[in-house]
């Protein structure tokens, strides 16, 4: 009996949390950016970092990563 390799089905629950989780990441990162830009509004940020990516959280937040992992990787390769 093979074990099946397909993900659970769509549900508005599932959707909602991974969501919820994208949301959180983007606004610990606006906060972050936010410590170094006094003056500037912390939702102002987070418009920016959502709208570098046509106003889509998975799009920025997948923008967000690859950017972390090519610093991350050129930080390495400085060692």
């Known amino acids: 009996m093979a074990l099946s390799t397909r993900p659970p089905p769509l549900t508005e629950e599932r959707i909602n949390a991974f ?4 949301d959180a ?11 170094t830009c006094e003056g500037v ?3 102002v940020i ?3 970092l959502t709208a570098r990516s046509g106003g889509c959280q998975c799009a920025a937040y997948l923008e967000l990563m690859s950017k972390d992992a090519a610093e991350a990787e050129a930080q390495k390769g400085a060692a």
Not at 19 to 22: F, L, P, Q, V
Not at 25 to 35: G, T, Y
């Open 46 to 48: 987070r418009n920016l």
């Open 25 to 35: 990441f983007i606004d610990a990162r606006a906060a972050k950016i936010k410590e």
């Open 41 to 43: 509004p912390v939702g």
């Open 19 to 22: 969501r919820g989780e994208i």
